[in-house]
Nanobody, 128 residues
Framework: QLQLVESGGGLVQTGGSLRLSCAAS????????IGWFRQAPGKEREGVSC????????NYADSVKGRFTSSRDNLRNTVYLQMNSLKPEDTAVYSC?????????????????????WGRGTQVTVSS
């Protein structure tokens, strides 16, 4: 059974950094692109980043470009989201989700709407 577990959230001051982890189990990790999403109170969930199943391609929302970096370790079945220069508007619950690519080690990222199989999320709070 596909399972994603996020960790690494916490409270940080404006300008600080956090690294989130998304640990995957129950499926062949090399077939799946992984997306990071966030949802702030009273707002809709938004896509933050995608990393292809090969790790060779990443996409980012405009709001986080240049500050967030996604990477993956296919030996550890884990995807990371390094978040730097954090702002109060980054405060949200961050979740990861999976998308099965047509081939293993694909270099493509699907639209954010294509992702499913969500983790439960980890809270990130940025104080001003």
């Amino acid at each position: 059974q596909l399972q994603l577990v996020e960790s690494g959230g916490g409270l940080v001051q404006t300008g600080g950094s956090l690294r989130l982890s998304c640990a995957a189990s129950g499926f062949t990790f090399g077939y799946y692109a992984i997306g990071w999403f966030r949802q702030a109170p009273g707002k809709e969930r938004e896509g933050v980043s995608c990393i292809s199943s090969s790790g060779g391609r990443t996409n980012y929302a405009d709001s986080v470009k240049g500050r967030f970096t996604s990477s993956r370790d296919n030996l550890r079945n884990t995807v990371y989201l390094q978040m730097n220069s954090l702002k109060p508007e980054d405060t949200a619950v961050y979740s990861c989700a999976a998308y099965r690519s047509p081939t293993r080690n694909s270099d493509s990222c699907p639209p954010f709407t294509a992702f499913g199989s969500w983790g439960r999320g980890t809270q990130v709070t940025v104080s001003s």
